[in-house]
């Protein structure tokens, strides 16, 4: 019986083995991924890791939460995963405990005309960094439709940094986040602004949504509107994002 229980314990040890040569393999074939810009957005020079010594840093950094998005996003029905933009409108709403969408809507101060509210949407847009905040949206931002001198909408897409996930799961292309703005308003006068930001891939944001509209909420704040901070609605998952 001793070949047989030899056999099991390498067949074992195999698949034990297996999860380290994944990373193993993404380590030592990072450098020859394509750094190629996905298709419909601007020619941005995104923001990579430039060594191995970098890509092993993060990998060890993030390996839990890289293995967790790996199987989390695996899981996803293929609409789930569109490489597209986000077609929900920015007044429609998260879909319940949703981890990876955040929405909320933000008022003006009374007195302020409608134009003067759109200028203080475009300053606080083109304020946010473009090598990102609060170790999310590293490689910067495009605002690609501004229609809130006419439809009262806008969409920014937002690129993520290059960690595991996105050299395991995106070719080390950053992931997109949209966000999506509309305006309630009269001829006027703006009641307020509706505002949706949501991950295109991955069930869960790691708290990325929620860092990119309380930043751009602190900034409206400063300017005298009703921005307060967002939260998930979920306990466990506020605690920890």
Known sequence: QRPAEQSEDTMVSSLL????????????????????????????PFTQPTSRRDIFSQTTNLIFPAFVATN???????????????KAQATDKCRDGARNCIRTAWVP????????????????IKAYPQKGQ????CNGWD????????????????YSC??????????????????????LDD???ISRLEVRSKSRV???????????????????RNRGWDAPKVVYGIGSYDAIF
């Open 72 to 86: 989390v996003i695996a899981r996803q029905p293929e609409s789930a995963c569109a490489a597209g933009p986000d």
């Open 134 to 137: 609060n170790g999310v949206d």
């Open 143 to 158: 605002l690609v439709d501004d229609n809130l001198d006419t439809d009262g909408t806008a969409r920014i897409e937002f």
């Open 187 to 189: 001829a006027t006068t």
């Open 17 to 44: 083995r297996l999860p380290a040569g994944v990373f193993l393999a993404t380590f030592a074939f990072y450098p020859v991924f394509s750094y190629s810009v996905p298709e419909g957005h601007s020619k941005r």
């Open 109 to 124: 101060p009374s007195g302020k005309s409608k134009a003067e509210a759109i200028a203080d949407i475009r300053s606080i």
């Open 202 to 220: 991955g069930a869960s944001d790691y708290g990325v949504n929620k860092k990119r509209i309380n930043f751009l909420a602190e900034a409206l």
């Open 162 to 183: 290059i960690g595991p996930a996105a050299v395991s799961m995106n070719l080390a292309k950053p992931f997109v986040d949209d966000v999506k703005i509309a305006l």
